[in-house]
């Protein structure tokens, strides 16, 4: 059984969930031959994976990896062309799906740390750009290739690459379609940490179990605090969002009383399940 409140959605085709550490879901994609690329059923099922996650009061981070050399090659490109032949139904577009793209425009409440296995490509690599931690294995690349396909990458890494390294360099990236490497990324500050492949898994795991520690509530209002900070202009602007939800919420929960209380007696919090 899986340690949680409520079961998981049902994910038959394309994600397997395990729990490697307490409070922490791991999420592999699981499509190897396809270079784990998203179908439209695949993105309908990661979407209801991370609103179940969010609301999911035992679980406080999750890792995402992928199978075999790939992370992901993000949308299904063969089914998308098929999708815009003459005689489809233009709702039916991937590129028109509600689910499209879940990670990389995922807002959500708790932290997602990117295992980074092989090829981050496309989706694969809008996902990995907005993920909240990122390792990756010292042989993958990535990659935005939507303009060399006659398309874009319009699920939100853009502007967020622009946060992160800047505008020339999110440029040169962006435009250009070229690869790049681990060590690059990492150079950028897109990556946390490269390490060997075989552990990569491992190491995205340990940084969710140093997180998983800390009090739930305050995970979600930190993470709260520096997504404002990412997404809003004014620094301030950012602070006083976040002091009127995440924070108040906060301060009405059981486990910042119960953090206070146990650094009086000395000893370790004994958390209660997220309820912000």
Known sequence: ??????????????????????RVLLIRMDR????NAMSTAAQWEMDAVWKWFDEEAL????????????????ADLKEWN??????ADPGSR???????????????????????????????????????????AADARFALPEVRRG???????????IRTVGLQRASEFALTGRDATAQEMEMWGVVNKVVPRERVVQEAVRYAEMIARNS??????????????????????????TLEREWA????????????????EKREPRWKGSRL
């Open 216 to 241: 739930p509530d305050a995970i979600v209002c930190t993470r709260a605090g520096l997504r404002q900070g990412w997404e809003v202009a004014s620094v301030e602007g950012a602070v006083e969002c």
């Open 1 to 22: 059984m899986a340690p949680t409140e409520t079961p998981p959605p049902p994910t038959p085709t394309f994600l397997k969930l395990s729990y490697p550490a307490p």
């Open 82 to 87: 098929s999708s815009m032949s003459s005689d």
């Open 94 to 136: 991937m590129g028109n799906a509600p689910a499209f793209t879940p990670l990389s425009r995922r807002r959500g409440k708790k932290p997602v740390i990117a295992a980074v296995n092989g090829l981050a490509m496309g989706g694969g690599c809008e996902f990995v750009v907005n993920c909240d931690l990122v390792v990756a």
């Open 32 to 35: 190897p031959s396809a270079l």
């Open 249 to 264: 919420e906060l301060q009405r929960g059981e486990n910042m009383l119960e953090g206070l209380k146990a650094f009086a």
């Open 151 to 161: 398309i874009a990458a319009i699920g939100g890494a853009l502007p967020r690459l």
């Open 59 to 74: 679980l406080s981070v999750a890792v995402i990896t992928g199978t075999g050399r790939a992370f992901s090659a993000g």
